[in-house]
């Protein structure tokens, strides 16, 4: 008998054992339940007198919310007050000519020297406007930042400085066909060196990603797979956060998770689940983890979210909606 409890014990303490080495870095995630109704909490931006395309995307610079319209005819960039959100001005005029933006993608902010970076995938070159110098001249055109190789180059990025970024590097393989990774990305040098940790089920990444310097961690999370991965900015695993719908097969049929920021101490990814090829394919909620990838519960927005950012000052996230509404922001206090 005292074999049998011995025996027993034995069992028991390897499966305690062993669960804790696999939830140390893989959490297994069955239900996110927690939900919040926060339709009624949105408060609707009104953008006049400027008219923006439905594809649009708000970021923030100091005083200031910029939105970059990628379908307007004349100027891609439109500058408004973070408290009232009062218009102020447009700027990055569309077209071919020196300084003019023929195919816009991120804006970079570096808060330290007023100035936001645009990048311009048709002449594959970073643009560099000074804020201050965009509100004076309302014909302000900008300078080169730097310019871009077509085998290996940024499509989004975190600026920390002239020498560092954490960049959400593209390496097209074909005509149609790119690998995806996140790297530190050197401007003045352009090289860039490829975070270690890659997930050794996905053939096929596709990805947002968020970097918290305070925290000294990043967050990806993949479009086609339920799943999170969370990093020290070393390029060391965390944890990876699976969520119900976890599968490790290649496809692009169901939506997972649009785009992701930190707000302080906690992770917010928006997230559809939803099918790619239809009306479900923006997310119309937010779920809401720690730094540690644990889940606390979901803001159910019951908006088509297209883009969102984080306003620190007014711990509020600004939204672009593909609804009937195109622009609200939703306070955080209480919430989260």
């Not at 700027?91 to 991120?106: D, K, L, N, V």
């Not at 997930?199 to 925290?215: C, G, L, M, Q, Y």
């Not at 339920?226 to 049929?253: A, Q, T």
């Not at 099918?275 to 519960?297: C, W």
Request: hydrophobic share 35%.
């Amino acid at each position: 008998m005292n074999h049998i409890k011995s025996l027993l014990g034995l069992l028991l303490l390897l499966v305690l054992e062993s669960c804790a080495n696999s939830t140390k870095t893989e959490i297994y995630q069955k239900e996110r339940d927690v939900i919040t109704n926060v339709h009624s909490l949105g408060t609707e931006i009104q953008t006049d007198p400027v008219l923006i395309g439905s594809i649009a995307r708000p970021c923030v610079l100091g005083n200031y919310v910029i939105i970059a319209d990628f379908n307007s005819p004349d100027r891609l960039i439109h500058l408004f007050r973070k408290d009232n959100f009062k218009y102020l001005v447009s700027t990055a005029y569309a077209g071919q000519g020196p300084g003019e933006i023929t195919r816009i993608g991120h804006i970079g902010t570096d808060e330290n020297r007023h100035k936001f970076y645009v990048s311009d995938h048709g002449k594959q070159k970073i643009f560099s406007y000074d804020i201050d110098s965009v509100l004076s001249f309302p014909n302000y055109m900008p300078t080169v930042k730097i310019e871009m190789n077509t085998v290996q180059f940024p499509s989004e990025y975190q600026y920390v400085n002239d020498t560092l970024s954490f960049a959400l590097a593209i390496e097209p393989t074909s005509t149609s066909t790119f690998k995806q990774y996140i790297a530190k990305w050197n401007m003045q040098s352009g090289q860039f060196a490829r975070m270690k940790y890659q997930h050794p089920d996905i053939t096929k990444k596709r990805i947002s990603f968020a970097v918290s310097i305070e925290n000294d961690i990043y967050v990806e999370c993949y479009t086609f797979h339920d799943l999170m991965s969370i990093c020290n900015l070393n390029g060391d695993l965390i944890c990876n956060v699976y969520g119900p719908s976890w599968d490790s097969k290649e496809s692009n049929r169901v939506h997972h998770y649009g785009d992701v920021i930190f707000c302080k101490d906690k992770i917010l990814a928006s997230y559809s689940g939803g099918a790619n090829f239809s009306d479900e394919y923006n997310p119309t909620k937010i779920l809401v983890f720690d730094l540690h990838g644990d889940y606390l519960k979901t803001l159910d927005v019951g908006y088509k979210i297209v883009d969102f950012c984080y306003d620190d000052d007014n711990n509020r996230i600004i939204m672009n909606l593909n609804d009937e509404i195109q622009f609200a922001y939703l306070s955080l206090e209480g919430l989260i």
